[in-house]
């Protein structure tokens, strides 16, 4: 069946431009995440959307950034005025219950973003 | 930090040995994960270990988690080229609403 999907793969943008990120996760999972993942790095938490919950939006990084999540399906995160230590790739994931249900997360093949 | 601490970084090993890597941490958890990630397949889930369990397995894998020293260790038996990828820890620590990863370990399987 269809995995997690991201748009756009790759993304080079201006400093100080605005850009949007998509992420279409699997039919009928109740959880979204996203995460950043910069060169060599480990992932950065930064946004979970449990249903219909308001999300946890304790991970990201400054008010630049900022996700919503239409009909508990698609979501898009949103970073305003890009700085280039916003250069990285942005993982979405998902799951059927979320953090509380202890199952696995199925990730996307995430965005590159590029800020110049 | 609450995140794993993934130790090593680095490990190249011959075809057909094992490798162990290891995660610390130093918060409660309420279970730890294991993530695969290579270029061709992106971040794979491998095995879930829930803090009042000792030890899974799962195919070539093998989880070992001990609370009471706040570290998991991940065994691949019989390594295959395949294999070589980078293992990242993940964790849900208690009473926090994410999933934190390690900064992982870089495996290398030369045939």
């Known amino acids: 069946g269809a995995g997690v999907s991201q748009s756009p793969s790759n993304k080079v943008t201006e400093k100080g431009k605005d850009v949007e990120l998509r992420c279409d996760p699997i039919?009928?999972?109740?959880?979204l995440y996203w995460y950043r993942q910069s060169l060599g790095q480990g992932l950065e938490f930064l946004i979970y959307?449990?249903?219909?919950?308001?999300?946890?939006k304790s991970g990201l990084p400054s008010d630049r950034f900022s996700a919503e999540r239409t009909g508990g399906s698609v979501s898009t995160l949103t970073i305003q005025r890009t700085q280039q230590e916003d250069s990285a790739v942005y993982l979405c994931?998902?799951?059927?219950?979320?953090?509380?249900?202890?199952?696995?997360?199925?990730f996307g093949p995430g965005t590159r973003l590029t800020v110049l | 930090s609450q995140q794993g601490e993934e130790d090593p970084q680095a490990l190249s090993i011959q075809e057909g040995e094992n490798a162990t890597m290891n995660c610390s941490y130093k918060?409660?958890?309420?279970?730890l994960q294991w993530y695969r990630q290579n270029s061709g397949r992106g971040l794979v889930h491998l095995i879930l270990?829930?803090?009042?369990?000792r030890e899974k397995h799962s195919g070539r894998l093998r989880v070992t988690l001990d609370t009471s020293k706040k570290s998991s260790s991940l065994l691949i038996t019989a390594s295959r080229a395949a294999d070589t990828a980078s293992y990242f820890c993940?964790?849900?620590?208690?009473?926090?609403?994410?999933?934190?990863f390690g900064q992982g370990t870089r495996l290398t399987i030369n045939p």
């Open positions: 993940a964790l849900i620590i208690q009473g926090a609403q994410k999933l934190v």
């Open positions: 994931a998902s799951s059927l219950w979320g953090l509380a249900g202890d199952d696995e997360q199925f």
């Open positions: 039919s009928g999972h109740t959880a």
């Open positions: 959307f449990q249903g219909n919950s308001a999300p946890d």
């Open positions: 918060t409660s958890i309420n279970n």
């Open positions: 270990i829930r803090s009042n369990e």
